[in-house]
Protein backbone atom coordinates (compact mmCIF):
# COMPACT_ATOMS: atom_id res chain seq x y z
CA UNK A 1 0.00 0.00 0.00
CA UNK A 2 1.40 3.37 -1.14
CA UNK A 3 1.90 6.00 2.25
CA UNK A 4 2.16 9.86 2.02
CA UNK A 5 5.70 9.38 3.79
CA UNK A 6 7.47 7.50 0.97
CA UNK A 7 10.31 8.98 -0.06
CA UNK A 8 9.84 8.81 -3.50
CA UNK A 9 5.74 7.82 -4.10
CA UNK A 10 4.92 5.67 -6.95
CA UNK A 11 1.49 6.66 -7.39
CA UNK A 12 0.65 8.12 -10.49
CA UNK A 13 0.54 11.73 -10.29
CA UNK A 14 -2.62 13.28 -10.64
CA UNK A 15 -2.43 17.09 -9.99
CA UNK A 16 -5.04 18.99 -7.69
CA UNK A 17 -5.25 22.34 -5.95
CA UNK A 18 -6.93 23.42 -2.60
CA UNK A 19 -6.83 26.82 -0.87
CA UNK A 20 -6.12 27.75 2.25
CA UNK A 21 -8.44 30.78 3.98
CA UNK A 22 -7.02 32.11 7.22
CA UNK A 23 -7.98 35.50 9.23
CA UNK A 24 -5.11 37.11 7.31
CA UNK A 25 -3.87 35.39 4.62
CA UNK A 26 -5.68 33.56 1.21
CA UNK A 27 -2.97 30.69 -0.77
CA UNK A 28 -3.45 28.28 -3.41
CA UNK A 29 -1.58 25.62 -3.37
CA UNK A 30 -0.76 22.74 -5.73
CA UNK A 31 -1.25 19.06 -4.74
CA UNK A 32 -0.69 15.77 -6.10
CA UNK A 33 -1.42 12.02 -5.59
CA UNK A 34 1.09 10.61 -3.07
CA UNK A 35 0.99 13.38 -0.56
CA UNK A 36 -0.59 13.88 2.59
CA UNK A 37 -4.45 15.78 2.26
CA UNK A 38 -4.47 16.11 -1.22
CA UNK A 39 -7.96 17.08 -1.70
CA UNK A 40 -7.68 19.74 1.31
CA UNK A 41 -6.06 21.03 3.87
CA UNK A 42 -6.29 18.66 6.80
CA UNK A 43 -8.21 20.14 9.34
CA UNK A 44 -5.54 19.09 11.97
CA UNK A 45 -3.24 21.52 9.98
CA UNK A 46 -6.07 24.78 10.10
CA UNK A 47 -6.43 24.30 13.84
CA UNK A 48 -2.99 24.79 14.27
CA UNK A 49 -2.71 27.90 12.04
CA UNK A 50 -5.80 28.95 13.68
CA UNK A 51 -4.71 28.76 16.96
CA UNK A 52 -0.46 29.14 17.15
CA UNK A 53 0.96 32.53 18.41
CA UNK A 54 2.82 34.75 15.27
CA UNK A 55 6.10 32.90 14.67
CA UNK A 56 9.47 35.19 15.38
CA UNK A 57 9.87 37.99 12.87
CA UNK A 58 13.56 36.61 11.87
CA UNK A 59 15.81 33.90 12.32
CA UNK A 60 15.14 30.36 11.42
CA UNK A 61 11.75 28.74 11.10
CA UNK A 62 10.83 25.10 11.12
CA UNK A 63 7.39 23.38 9.30
CA UNK A 64 8.70 19.77 10.57
CA UNK A 65 7.19 17.22 7.47
CA UNK A 66 5.85 20.23 5.16
CA UNK A 67 3.54 18.02 2.54
CA UNK A 68 2.81 20.46 -0.04
CA UNK A 69 3.29 23.19 2.20
CA UNK A 70 0.57 24.76 4.15
CA UNK A 71 2.51 25.51 7.06
CA UNK A 72 5.30 26.57 5.93
CA UNK A 73 3.69 29.00 3.67
CA UNK A 74 1.71 30.79 6.43
CA UNK A 75 4.82 30.84 8.52
CA UNK A 76 6.42 32.92 5.48
CA UNK A 77 3.43 35.19 5.12
CA UNK A 78 3.52 35.97 8.78
CA UNK A 79 6.99 36.42 9.33
CA UNK A 80 8.45 37.68 5.72
CA UNK A 81 11.81 38.02 7.23
CA UNK A 82 12.85 34.84 8.30
CA UNK A 83 14.03 31.96 7.12
CA UNK A 84 11.77 28.94 6.65
CA UNK A 85 12.90 26.01 6.55
CA UNK A 86 10.44 23.33 5.25
CA UNK A 87 11.00 19.61 5.70
CA UNK A 88 9.99 16.17 4.41
CA UNK A 89 10.91 12.95 3.38
CA UNK A 90 8.40 12.66 0.64
CA UNK A 91 10.50 13.87 -2.67
CA UNK A 92 7.23 14.87 -4.29
CA UNK A 93 6.03 16.78 -1.49
CA UNK A 94 9.39 18.90 -0.85
CA UNK A 95 8.95 19.71 -4.51
CA UNK A 96 5.34 20.91 -4.27
CA UNK A 97 5.99 23.19 -1.73
CA UNK A 98 8.95 24.91 -3.25
CA UNK A 99 6.91 25.77 -6.36
CA UNK A 100 4.17 26.95 -3.78
CA UNK A 101 6.12 29.05 -2.59
CA UNK A 102 7.09 30.22 -5.10
CA UNK A 103 3.93 31.07 -6.77
CA UNK A 104 3.36 33.00 -3.61
CA UNK A 105 6.33 35.00 -3.81
CA UNK A 106 7.44 33.86 -0.53
CA UNK A 107 10.99 33.23 -1.44
CA UNK A 108 12.72 32.87 2.16
CA UNK A 109 10.93 29.44 2.14
CA UNK A 110 13.85 26.50 1.86
CA UNK A 111 12.06 23.27 0.48
CA UNK A 112 14.30 20.56 1.10
CA UNK A 113 14.56 17.04 1.97
CA UNK A 114 15.13 16.11 6.10
CA UNK A 115 19.06 15.60 5.37
CA UNK A 116 19.67 18.68 3.29
CA UNK A 117 19.30 21.27 5.87
CA UNK A 118 22.72 22.49 7.22
CA UNK A 119 24.00 21.05 10.47
CA UNK A 120 24.58 23.80 12.42
CA UNK A 121 21.05 25.26 11.83
CA UNK A 122 18.62 26.38 15.14
CA UNK A 123 15.50 27.00 15.08
CA UNK A 124 13.10 29.83 16.74
CA UNK A 125 10.15 28.58 16.09
CA UNK A 126 8.92 24.62 14.79
CA UNK A 127 5.53 24.08 13.76
CA UNK A 128 4.47 20.89 12.93
CA UNK A 129 1.28 18.37 11.99
CA UNK A 130 3.73 15.36 13.01
CA UNK A 131 3.37 12.39 10.90
CA UNK A 132 2.01 9.87 13.92
CA UNK A 133 1.39 7.30 10.95
CA UNK A 134 4.87 6.32 10.87
CA UNK A 135 4.82 4.91 13.92
CA UNK A 136 5.81 5.88 17.63
CA UNK A 137 9.25 4.93 17.61
CA UNK A 138 10.01 6.48 14.72
CA UNK A 139 8.23 9.52 15.71
CA UNK A 140 9.93 9.68 18.55
CA UNK A 141 13.38 9.71 17.02
CA UNK A 142 12.21 12.11 14.24
CA UNK A 143 11.03 15.20 17.16
CA UNK A 144 14.37 14.14 19.13
CA UNK A 145 16.24 14.65 15.97
CA UNK A 146 14.29 18.49 16.03
CA UNK A 147 13.54 19.45 18.76
CA UNK A 148 16.86 19.37 19.99
CA UNK A 149 17.54 22.36 17.61
CA UNK A 150 15.10 24.52 18.84
CA UNK A 151 17.19 27.83 20.31
CA UNK A 152 17.46 28.17 23.86
CA UNK A 153 14.03 30.46 23.53
CA UNK A 154 12.47 28.93 21.14
CA UNK A 155 9.57 26.93 20.61
CA UNK A 156 7.30 24.63 19.15
CA UNK A 157 3.67 24.02 18.32
CA UNK A 158 2.51 20.18 17.10
CA UNK A 159 -1.10 19.24 16.47
CA UNK A 160 -2.13 15.89 17.34
CA UNK A 161 -5.33 13.85 16.91
CA UNK A 162 -6.52 12.54 20.73
CA UNK A 163 -7.37 9.60 19.45
CA UNK A 164 -4.10 9.08 17.87
CA UNK A 165 -2.31 9.73 21.36
CA UNK A 166 -1.60 13.97 22.09
CA UNK A 167 -2.09 13.00 26.20
CA UNK A 168 0.62 10.15 25.63
CA UNK A 169 2.94 12.26 23.46
CA UNK A 170 2.61 15.39 25.87
CA UNK A 171 3.72 12.99 28.96
CA UNK A 172 6.62 11.32 26.78
CA UNK A 173 7.50 15.22 25.50
CA UNK A 174 7.96 16.23 29.74
CA UNK A 175 9.37 12.23 30.84
CA UNK A 176 11.93 13.74 28.02
CA UNK A 177 12.82 17.12 29.35
CA UNK A 178 10.58 19.17 27.06
CA UNK A 179 8.36 21.38 28.63
CA UNK A 180 5.21 20.47 27.13
CA UNK A 181 1.94 22.12 27.76
CA UNK A 182 -1.50 21.83 25.72
CA UNK A 183 -1.54 25.24 24.10
CA UNK A 184 -4.91 24.80 22.47
CA UNK A 185 -7.98 21.86 22.32
CA UNK A 186 -10.32 22.25 19.60
CA UNK A 187 -12.76 19.23 18.45
CA UNK A 188 -10.46 16.25 18.74
CA UNK A 189 -7.19 18.11 18.45
CA UNK A 190 -4.97 18.85 20.67
CA UNK A 191 -2.03 21.68 20.45
CA UNK A 192 0.82 20.95 21.97
CA UNK A 193 3.66 23.87 23.12
CA UNK A 194 6.87 22.50 23.69
CA UNK A 195 9.68 24.62 24.97
CA UNK A 196 13.69 23.89 24.21
CA UNK A 197 15.30 21.48 26.94
CA UNK A 198 16.20 23.13 29.49
CA UNK A 199 19.51 20.70 28.73
CA UNK A 200 19.98 22.11 25.28
CA UNK A 201 20.01 25.33 25.71
CA UNK A 202 23.58 26.12 26.91
CA UNK A 203 24.85 25.31 23.83
C1 LIG B 1 0.48 14.82 8.74
S1 LIG B 1 1.46 15.19 7.34
C2 LIG B 1 1.46 17.00 7.36
C3 LIG B 1 1.82 17.60 6.03
C4 LIG B 1 1.66 19.13 5.94
N1 LIG B 1 2.47 19.81 6.93
C5 LIG B 1 0.21 19.53 6.09
O1 LIG B 1 -0.10 20.11 7.12
O2 LIG B 1 -0.57 19.30 5.16
C6 LIG B 1 3.09 14.77 7.91
C7 LIG B 1 4.23 14.91 6.91
O3 LIG B 1 5.44 14.44 7.53
C8 LIG B 1 6.22 13.78 6.56
N2 LIG B 1 7.16 12.87 7.23
C9 LIG B 1 7.06 11.54 7.47
N3 LIG B 1 8.15 11.09 8.10
C10 LIG B 1 8.95 12.16 8.29
C11 LIG B 1 10.24 12.34 8.88
N4 LIG B 1 10.91 11.33 9.43
N5 LIG B 1 10.78 13.57 8.87
C12 LIG B 1 10.11 14.61 8.32
N6 LIG B 1 8.90 14.50 7.74
C13 LIG B 1 8.33 13.30 7.72
C14 LIG B 1 5.19 13.07 5.68
O4 LIG B 1 5.75 12.75 4.42
C15 LIG B 1 4.08 14.13 5.63
O5 LIG B 1 4.23 14.99 4.54
Redesign the pocket.
Known sequence: MAH??EERPETASRPGSVTLVLPDLHLRMETDSG???PER??QG?RILLETVPPPPAEGDLL??????G??ALTMASRAPAATVWA????RR?VDLCARNAQSAGLDKVRSVH?DEVPPEVRFRAIWS???IR?GKA?MHE?LTRWLSRLTPDGVAHLVVQKHLGSDSLQRWLNEQGWPATRAASRSSYRVLRVEARPADRKG
Not at 63 to 68: E, I, K, R, T, V
Open positions: YFVFSVDTDLGCGYPIVDVNSVNPAIAM
